[in-house]
């Protein structure tokens, strides 16, 4: 099992940014496919971005395509949310998440993810 701690969040205002990051150790994090999930109360978890082992791929959730960016540090086993430009509803708790298989897709359906940090609260203010 790999562990995943999230950090970052806070309150800003629209318009802002921010940088999530997620910090992973347990296992060969730097082979895996990595992801970034919202959710919001009485809402399912959605699929915010990821990024393949070794940040040739990734993939954004057309509401975030353009202000956010994903990218990986394997050397520090790191993975980061760069959020720009943003709107109140991006407010959520985010959550980074692993794939614990060397593939080369991307998966967005939460439930093809493995393990999962605690998550960190993003709310932006309008």
């Known amino acids: 099992q790999v562990q995943l701690v999230e950090s970052g969040g806070g309150l800003v205002q629209a318009g802002d940014s921010l940088r999530l990051s997620c910090a992973a150790s347990g296992g060969p994090v730097s082979s895996y496919t990595m992801g970034w999930f919202r959710q919001t109360p009485g809402k399912e978890r959605e699929f915010v971005a990821g990024i393949i082992w070794n940040g040739a791929r990734t993939d954004y959730a057309d509401a975030v395509k353009g202000r956010f960016t994903i990218s990986r540090d394997n050397t520090k086993s790191m993975v980061y949310l760069q959020m720009n430009n943003l709107k109140p509803e991006d407010t959520a708790v985010y959550y980074c998440?692993?794939?614990?298989?060397?593939?080369?897709?991307?998966?967005?359906?939460?439930?093809?993810?493995?393990?999962w940090g605690q998550g960190t609260q993003v709310t932006v203010s309008s």
């Open positions: 998440a692993v794939r614990r298989a060397y593939i080369v897709t991307i998966p967005i359906m939460a439930n093809e993810y493995e393990d």
